[in-house]
Every structure is written in C-alpha cells, then in structure tokens.
Nanobody, 123 residues
Framework: VQLQASGGGLVQAGGSLRLSCAASGRTFNTYAMGWFRQAPGKEREFVAAISRSGSSTYYADSVKGRFTISRENAKNTVYLLVNSLKSEDTAVYYC?????????????????WGKGTQVTVSS
C-alpha cells in the first residue's frame, strides 16, 4: 500500500483545513487508517484512527472535538478535517495504514506510512 497525504498549508489560528490521504491498491478497505503528526523537536504522536468500515473512530485528547477523521473506501481515501486550529497543531501530518486498529492507536509496528504534509498555524 502506498499512501500520499495532501492538503496541508499555512492557516491562521482558528482556521480549518482538510487533509486527504490517497491509497494505492485494491485492498484499502482491509486496513484501518490513521493520522499522526510530528512537531519540530518532538516525537511523532497519534492524532486519530478509523476502523476499516469507518464505523469506529478514535482521537487523541488534544484534538478531540476539533478534528474529524473519515474515509471513503470507494475512493481509497481517508480524510482529516482539522478545525479551530491552534499554534500547537503546527506539525507534519502523516497518514498510516495497518491491518489492526490497535496498532494504529498505539503507534506500534504500523504497516505503512505515507509522506507527510506540513500544517503551519500562525497566531
């Protein structure tokens, strides 16, 4: 599985973006999908994850209520709608795929990583 994230950019605090991650292959709906981020000087951290069908979603406490993860299996795409952005949301955002949702939530042994997309929030 190859993953390509897009949609990042420079936005003012309080603004919104929609990140997209397009996956190759015909097995997209067999993978749970997730988003992670890495800020300068910090370790990569879990942001959100979604089950194969899209029926279950999970979020880091820091983004709960502001970010929404969704997926369109027909388009092999997962999205992250980021609202009410804060300066501390500035990071490179990565999408990821794993057969097991638990691996994504733990950030352990994730099967596939995409290249990141930069989100910069100006205050």
């Amino acid at each position: 599985v190859q993953l390509q994230a897009s949609g990042g950019g420079l936005v003012q605090a309080g603004g919104s973006l929609r990140l997209s991650c397009a996956a190759s292959g015909r097995t997209f709906n067999t993978y749970a999908m997730g988003w992670f981020r890495q800020a300068p000087g910090k370790e990569r951290e879990f942001v959100a994850a979604i089950s194969r069908s899209g029926s279950s979603t999970y979020y880091a406490d820091s983004v709960k209520g502001r970010f929404t993860i969704s997926r369109e299996n027909a388009k092999n795409t997962v999205y992250l709608l980021v609202n009410s952005l804060k300066s501390e949301d500035t990071a490179v955002y990565y999408c990821a795929a794993d057969l097991y949702l638990s691996d994504l939530r733990a950030g352990n042994a994730v099967d596939y990583w995409g290249k990141g997309t930069q989100v910069t929030v100006s205050s």
